[in-house]
């Protein structure tokens, strides 16, 4: 029975992905990083300070600390977020799907924390979610489990009664290291991609999501 559906953040909800892959082309750029779309594609799934780590370890700067290169970028997603931010296609069926049928909500994401309420305001659905985590807090990001584990814990429910719904390979290994039943939402050129066969179930929009819900 499931009690508690569990929502990854960029990609899921929102279509940011290329807002933070320009944040962090302009930012590293000047400082002298060679941003390539072969490296950057590395970076994907990561954490923002692993992701200014990997850059810094392979094109050393001086003049910024690692955390203040950080903040220039979550600062310019957070604006770009603001100005540009659109909702993934079927964000509010799934959401008030969810409401409807007394679910608990929450929010689990490798972004920073202060990008949640940016986010969850631009796209006008903070006040659906009953408990938000961020894996800054945590020790690892995805696919380490300890942000879906934090959520499940704020929500009061059983692993095994939430179902996690991501966009990425790392975040659905996470949900799995969690023990959380699977959802993904691959991006459109990568639906057919063998790699998401991992999760429990594969949609190509958010907006399937009632169907498998009243089938759970």
């Not at 559906?5 to 279509?15: A, E, N």
């Not at 892959?21 to 692993?50: H, I, N, P, Y």
């Not at 995805?142 to 059983?158: C, G, H, I, M």
């Amino acid at each position: 029975m499931i009690e508690a559906v569990i929502f990854d953040m960029d990609g899921t909800l929102i279509d940011s992905e290329p807002m933070w892959k320009e944040a962090e082309r302009f930012v590293f750029s000047s400082l002298g990083v060679d941003v390539t779309d072969e490296l950057s594609f590395q970076t994907a799934s990561m954490t923002t300070r692993e992701v200014t780590e990997f850059w810094y370890n392979l094109f050393p700067w001086t003049g910024r600390s690692l955390e203040q290169v950080e903040n220039d970028v979550v600062d310019r997603v957070a604006t770009l977020i603001t100005t540009e931010g659109m909702a993934m296609e079927g964000v509010k069926t799934a959401l008030d799907f969810c409401q409807s049928k007394a679910l608990k909500i929450g929010l689990a994401t490798n972004a920073p924390a202060r990008l949640i309420p940016v986010i969850l305001e631009k796209l006008d659905i903070a006040h659906y979610f009953h408990a938000v985590s961020s894996s800054e807090y945590e020790i690892q990001g995805k696919p380490d489990p300890a942000v879906y584990l934090s959520t499940v814990k704020k929500l009061n429910v059983e692993p095994s009664a939430c179902i996690a719904i991501e966009d990425s390979v790392s975040g659905v290994m996470a949900a799995i290291n969690a023990n959380l039943k699977t959802v993904v939402v691959p991006p459109v050129a990568e639906y057919s991609d063998e790699k998401y066969d991992i999760a429990d179930i594969k949609l190509k929009q958010l907006s399937e999501l009632p169907d498998v819900l009243q089938s759970n």
